[in-house]
């Protein structure tokens, strides 16, 4: 007797439906499991025969093939539990087989037989629907977030027993509705950064083009703050970014209670302890993503980043540049988008002390070699370097006048934004950040004139090369911002004050 049930696989967030086959022969008792199952899935085997045992199903002393294809793709997790259990009952015959063809089980048994949430149910979904199945079974717990795919039948269950009743045609398990939600509450205001003038502009910069920005300044000088605040000048995500983010924090365990889809960039901020699986991904069992990918269209900030180790920091950077990364493992491997924004924090010097502080004895070869950490290929990446006062100085000089609010700048770069675009439109390209500068120097010339201070900084050497593409490059963005077409003298010398000031030119 064989039997056929439905579930999905996932690598990363990507699904593909695996069809569980059931064959109950006669033979040698037991159960075998075919199909590259990881440890946690071979173990859904104890838990489905503890499970069926206490709703009062034991399995009977049979042989039990279970095969899981495709063959060929590496199963992870607890999902395939309920697929399963539903498998080995529809082959004894306990629940029919027919109606199992249009149905997609993702849940893990508890050994009581209650059904449990399990990671990455969007994803997952998402996949069932694609490839045209649209009724799914899944936990109470996971029944708003299986819902965020349009056009899908949710049934929502607590218990195995509840699932072989509603099979069995005693009981039928109405659809689960989704409750409506309000908006999402907003980020910290930009209008609580008092002074900060420069830090403030470097942010809109940043948020307009996309780009990367170091903030250097002494403790208290608000580069915290400042990072927290980029996400709310950022735009609201569109629909596909949306699903993408939501789905990569439903694999991560992330995804906030009632599941709502993340519409807002989010905000990542590991601390410099982290180890290189945490800001990358990876982790035993199903993989995981790092915050670098919980980051996605969103914000990575890494606070006081010349603590972070060099090995780790460098494993960001070519993740940064694809906008992909890949964790390869024994079992099987998992791609995950990372296109973040980077945003790195550091004091001045090791000790940490507020500038001007006594306390303070860091000489400048010190100082030098501090910064020096952050050099190399991850640093080469930002466009925007900041040298912020310390607050007090700050706060007289431009405190005076009332800061603009997060709507006011969030306004602005939108529009920089759909400059951007438009220049940008049939490259691929969707921010001026990630022009590469060659492209950059060909397409879209500066005019001449107005780069004469930024090759003053190049002949003195002030400013190399690299240095000069990425002062082009933010050019354009404040040119963006002021609803310029191309950018004057003014704005290159604003850019070349945003990336001459900071501590590593
Ligand atoms: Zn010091």
Request: some cysteine; hydrophobic content about 45%.
């Amino acid at each position: 007797m064989l039997a056929r049930t439905w579930s999905v696989g996932l690598a990363g967030v990507t699904g593909t439906p695996v069809e569980v086959e059931v064959d109950n022969a006669q033979g040698l008792p037991g159960i075998a499991l075919v199909g590259l199952p990881d440890a946690v899935v071979r173990q859904s085997l104890d838990r489905v025969r503890a499970a069926l045992g206490n709703v009062g199903h034991a399995l009977p002393q049979r042989k039990f093939t279970i095969g899981l294809s495709p063959a060929s793709m590496p199963k992870q997790g607890s999902g395939f539990d309920m697929a399963i259990a539903v498998g080995l009952l529809a082959a004894c015959q306990v629940v029919p087989r027919t109606g199992l063809d249009d149905l997609v089980f993702l849940g893990e048994l508890g050994l009581d037989g209650s059904v449990r949430a399990v990671r990455g149910v969007l994803p997952a979904v998402l996949a069932a629907s694609r490839t045209g199945r649209t009724r799914v079974v899944v936990a109470r717990a996971n029944a708003d977030e299986a819902s965020l795919v349009p056009g899908v039948e949710v049934l929502a269950v607590g218990e195995l027993a509840e699932v072989l009743a509603h099979l069995a045609g005693r009981v039928r398990v109405a659809p689960h509705r989704r409750r409506p939600r309000g908006p999402p509450a907003p980020g910290p205001a930009l209008s609580d950064v008092v002074g900060q003038a420069t830090g403030r502009r470097a942010l809109e910069v940043a948020a307009a083009g996309g780009h990367h920005l170091f903030l250097s300044g002494p403790p208290g000088a608000g580069k915290t703050m400042l990072a927290e605040r980029l996400p709310g000048l950022l735009p609201a995500l569109a629909d596909d970014l949306a699903t993408e983010v939501t789905a990569i924090a439903s694999v991560a365990g992330t995804l906030p209670p009632g599941a709502p889809l993340i519409t807002r960039p989010p905000f990542e901020a590991p601390h410099h302890s982290a180890t290189a699986v945490s800001l990358v991904g990876g982790g035993s069992g199903q993989i995981r993503p790092g915050a670098l990918s919980r980051a996605h269209a969103g914000v990575l900030f890494l606070d006081e980043a010349p603590e972070f180790p060099r090995a780790v920091l460098d494993t960001l950077r070519q993740p940064l540049e694809r906008g992909t990364v890949t964790i390869h493992r024994a079992h099987g491997s998992a791609t995950f988008p990372c296109r973040s924004q980077l945003v790195l924090a550091a004091n001045p010097c090791p000790c940490a002390s507020p500038a001007g502080d006594a306390s303070c004895t860091c000489g400048s070869v010190e100082r030098r070699r501090y910064a020096a950490r952050l050099s190399g290929p991850l640093l080469d990446r930002v466009d925007l370097r900041v040298q912020l006062p310390p607050v007090t100085r700050a706060g007289w000089l431009d405190g005076r006048t009332t800061p603009e609010s997060t709507a006011a700048v969030a306004t602005r770069v939108e529009q920089a934004r759909a400059a951007a675009a438009d220049r940008l439109a049939g490259t691929g390209l969707r921010t001026t950040a990630e022009v590469p500068g060659r492209l950059l120097r060909e397409r879209w010339p500066v005019p001449r004139g107005a780069l004469q201070l930024a090759e003053r900084a190049l002949e003195r050497g002030a400013l190399s090369v690299r240095g000069l593409d990425r002062v082009i490059r933010v050019s354009w963005t404040i040119a963006d911002l002021a609803g310029r077409a191309v950018p004057g003298a003014d704005e290159v010398a604003e850019a070349l004050g945003l990336r001459l000031t900071g501590a590593a030119a």
